[in-house]
């Protein structure tokens, strides 16, 4: 398991609804995400690419994923100094994986 619900929990003071709410959120938008940032790779778009990784950063934070979002800030980061875009292209599988690893987790997890 590559996240924790300690941050959520916290905010949820024993709320499950919003947990379940919070992790739908995530199972909904991140992948959408994940595939316009894939894209936004492809087509060296900088701007999107931060936005993106921009997003992305928030959500994976909330379900304890250290790692994930330092992926994504490394991916930000790059791109809104139009940094290297080979170190993005070799940055991004490893955030993809995590991300749909998270997912599958998820929705078996919560059956959602």
Known sequence: MIYNLDKINEMAEGDEDFITSVISVFLEEVPE???????????????????LAHKIKPNVDILGMEQT?????????????????????????????????????????FDL
Request: aromatic content about 4%; overall charge negative; hydrophobic content about 35%.
């Open 33 to 51: 995400d994940l595939e316009g940032l894939e894209k936004a790779i492809e087509v060296k778009d900088y701007e999107n690419i931060y936005k």
């Open 69 to 109: 979002r330092a992926k994504a800030l490394e991916i930000e980061t790059l791109g809104k100094t139009n940094g290297s875009m080979q170190e993005i292209e070799e940055k991004f599988p490893v955030l993809k994986k995590d991300v749909l690893q998270v997912v599958t987790e998820l929705k078996n997890d």
